[in-house]
Nanobody
């Protein structure tokens, strides 16, 4: 089992920044990849960004390229999402997720085995 705990959400004005954190615990040695997904009211959960646990590869949704950056600190078993130049359309609950199988489509929710509880990000105009 892997447990994930997000933090760092909040309310920010358009153009501002937030940094989300996702701390993993439990069988962290089994993690192959970590991802962040967002879910706005009435919409499906959408892929935002992912990183291989080794740090060798990162994957970004087109909508966040150049604005969001994912990083990880393996010593702390923590993944970070730095969100800059935030827009009102970024408003959503953000979930981190862990892939422990290493197969499947990076951008698909079905690829990820474990999920955090989510943290709310609200961007005001």
């Amino acid at each position: 089992q892997v447990q994930l705990a997000e933090s760092g959400g909040g309310l920010v004005q358009a153009g501002g920044s937030l940094r989300l954190s996702c701390a993993a615990s439990g069988r962290t040695f089994s993690i192959y990849r970590m991802g962040w997904f967002s879910q706005a009211p009435g919409r499906e959960r959408e892929f935002v960004v992912a990183v291989n646990w080794s740090g060798s590869s990162t994957y970004y949704a087109d909508s966040v390229k150049g604005r969001f950056t994912i990083s990880r600190d393996n010593a702390k078993n923590t993944v970070y999402l730095q969100m800059n130049s935030l827009k009102p359309e970024d408003t959503a609950v953000y979930y981190c997720a862990a892939d422990t199988r290493g197969v499947g489509i990076v951008r698909s929710t079905n690829t990820y085995t474990y999920w955090g509880q989510g943290t709310q990000v609200t961007v005001s105009s």
